[in-house]
């Protein structure tokens, strides 16, 4: 039963809150119309909770209530005559109350059910003219209690007791009672209600922005995934399978012409050999295992061992402070970084040597990364791979200098918080 009604409500809480706050309404009326009687009032009475025939019915009557209110609040469109039977069921309700009760008993049931579709000036028109109606009829129709009296043995003899010319008036509350104890429960289950539905469309209406912005920037990072990778492909593998077929179209003309074309296949297998360098870099960088299962540095130290393998430029790493887990955006963020700084070293430095440092401080990492090469040219020094770091980095909270003399070698240090800054950017991980 439960799961069904999780089911039948999911994503649906306004329905589910018009149900609940039904059944509870539903239920007083019921406990009401059980234990008070229906006009007019004969004595002696009998409450009709002790009539099995009257209990049966009045409960029927209430379960097939709540069925009509569940059928009105599923999913889907409603149709014309729909929205005609549930007045007429609401106009029964009303009638019927009226007359064995009072209308003010359907306060807390008819506006409640009216709300899921009606707008809230609507429903309060409602409930005045419900309201209306019970101060109307209470003066109209006021409970009434009939004496029936009997023929009696007394004492001193047979005494007979004639009936009341008219029916005495039911002690009555008075008619503010009735305007108070109305108003009252009709705007307990109004406020109630209202403040529910206020509260789950907010919460509705901020968990749809917050999917959209997910899904606004998840498009947003593809594309610029994909924009890096194109500019990565062309750059790298597109160039490299370029002169390969420069290459060997050469080759083939020295073949043709009978000379040498050793030098021109060595030059294809060289090239070859560079993209399929750069093809597994780019695979490895997409999938960062290396911080799964070592500490970054650990990673750092083994990217650099594989750097120097295939640059065949000697390298050097160097670790000051006490290693510590840090935040795993900062960890694949230094990584990035430091692939990035060390790619630039082999294209463009012509470096003999380069040095990877990382430091921990009390509230600061720190990651140097330096080499003796030719320096940074000022056409070079705004280029992409050098701006893509910098904005990694204060993204991440952090700065990134970069020190460079042409002939002297290049210094690029990386400053990052040890925990990342709230109101950072996410980082979008290769």
Do not use: C
């Not at 039977?85 to 009303?94: M, T």
């Not at 640059?311 to 006490?322: K, V, Y």
Request: proline letters at 6%; aromatic letters at 8%; zero cysteines.
């Amino acid at each position: 039963m439960v799961g069904w009604f999780r089911r039948y409500f999911a994503g649906r809480p306004v329905a589910q809150v018009v149900v609940v706050l039904t059944a509870l309404n539903l239920f007083t009326v019921l406990a009401f119309t059980l234990l008070v009687p229906a006009r007019p009032l004969e004595v002696p009475t009998l409450l009709p909770w002790q009539d099995p025939a009257q209990t049966a019915w009045r409960l029927g009557a209430a379960l097939a209530l709540m069925g009509v209110v569940v059928w009105a609040v599923r999913p889907g469109q409603r149709g014309a005559w729909e929205f005609a039977l549930l007045i007429l069921i609401g106009v029964a309700v009303v009638a019927w109350l009226s007359q064995n009760y009072l209308p003010f008993l359907a306060l807390g049931l008819i506006p409640v059910v009216a709300r899921y579709w009606m707008p809230l000036w609507a429903v309060l028109l409602i409930v005045l003219g419900l309201g209306a109606l019970s101060v109307w009829w209470a003066q109209r129709e006021p409970l009434q209690i009939t004496f029936e009296i009997v023929l009696s043995q007394g004492p001193q003899g047979n005494t007979a007791w004639g009936a009341l010319p008219t029916p005495a008036e039911y002690p009555n509350l008075s008619l503010a009672f009735f305007i108070f104890i109305g108003f009252l429960y009709s705007g307990y289950a109004l406020l109630t209600l209202e403040l529910l539905i206020r509260e789950v469309r907010a919460r509705e209406e901020l968990e749809r922005t917050r999917r959209e912005l997910e899904q606004t920037s998840r498009q947003a990072g593809i594309l610029e995934e994909r924009q890096r990778l194109a500019r990565e492909i062309h750059d790298t593998l597109a160039q490299g399978f370029a002169s390969i077929v420069v290459q060997l179209e050469a080759a083939e003309m020295a073949s043709e012409n009978e000379t040498s074309a050793a030098h021109y296949l060595e030059q294809a297998r060289q090239a070859a050999r560079e993209g399929l360098s750069e093809a597994r870099r780019m695979v490895w960088a997409l999938r960062p295992e290396i911080l799964e299962n070592t500490s970054l540095p650990e990673a750092l130290q083994r990217l650099l061992q594989r750097w120097q393998q295939e640059s065949g430029i000697s390298a050097e790493f160097t670790l000051t402070g006490d290693p510590r887990p840090l935040h795993p955006e900062l960890e694949v963020g230094l990584l990035r970084v430091a692939q990035e700084a060390l790619t630039n070293i082999r294209k463009h430095a012509r470096a003999r040597h380069a040095t990877l440092t990382l430091s921990y401080l009390d509230d600061l990492v720190l990651m140097d990364v330096q080499d003796d090469g030719v320096g940074l040219l000022p056409p070079t020094s705004g280029s992409f791979g050098l701006r893509s770091m910098r904005e990694r980095v204060e993204a991440l909270g952090g700065q990134m200098t970069v020190e460079s003399e042409p002939g002297l070698g290049t210094t690029l240090a990386v400053s990052l918080p040890l925990y990342p800054q709230p109101s950072m950017q996410e980082v979008k991980t290769l």
